[in-house]
């Protein structure tokens, strides 16, 4: 069953009920009209579904580009952190290699700046999750099925940074235990 919305001018809307989407149906209702009255105007012809779309067009766009922000931010602290751990990784070149020198296997050296680039990424989540809670709140008034903390979506969020987080900081850790010590202390 189908509901159609047809506008003129005169009349503000006329609304039909059929069963299924006959083909022939938006000539036959403008053939109708104009049999009841020949001054009448059918403007336009639209299902209830479009009529519907329609309406929220600016608010596909909008969580569209929220989307595309929310990648844009993800991408953005990926890159922040493999910066910072490679500049860390950088300056503590001389270091690793006095590590390894003195035995340190390829796993320590990795663990080690791994667990730095932790630090900072547990401190942006807490920042992080405190934030959008605040925000959450803010959002729950505004928008229609939004609830101010959605644990499912907090929990897959963080999951999505965690594994970005890991991978961009994995490639310098994985530098950094690769070092070889006698070129790592020349540099020194």
Not at 163 to 170: E, G, I, P, W, Y
Request: with cysteine.
């Amino acid at each position: 069953k189908q509901s159609f919305m047809v506008s003129s001018h005169y009349m503000g809307d006329i609304e039909l009920h059929v069963a299924g989407r006959p083909q022939n149906l938006e000539a036959a209702v403008r053939r109708t009209l104009a049999e009841i009255d020949p001054n009448l105007t059918v403007l336009d012809m639209m299902t209830l579904r479009e009529q519907v779309s329609g309406n929220f067009n600016q608010d596909r766009l909008i969580a569209r580009l929220t989307e595309l922000y929310g990648l844009l931010a993800l991408v953005l602290a990926c890159v922040g952190l493999y910066g910072v751990t490679s500049y860390s990784v950088a300056r503590r070149t001389g270091e690793i290699g006095i590590r390894m020198a003195l035995g340190a296997t390829r796993a320590k050296v990795l663990r080690l700046v791994l667990r730095g680039a932790l630090v900072q990424l547990g401190l942006g989540l807490v920042t992080g999750v405190a934030v959008a809670l605040a925000a959450g709140r803010l959002l729950a008034s505004r928008l229609y099925g939004v609830t101010a903390n959605d644990p499912l979506t907090l929990i897959l969020a963080a999951a999505v940074l965690i594994a970005c987080a890991l991978v961009a900081a994995f490639v310098p850790a994985r530098r950094a235990a690769s070092i070889d010590p006698m070129q790592a202390l020349r540099t020194e």
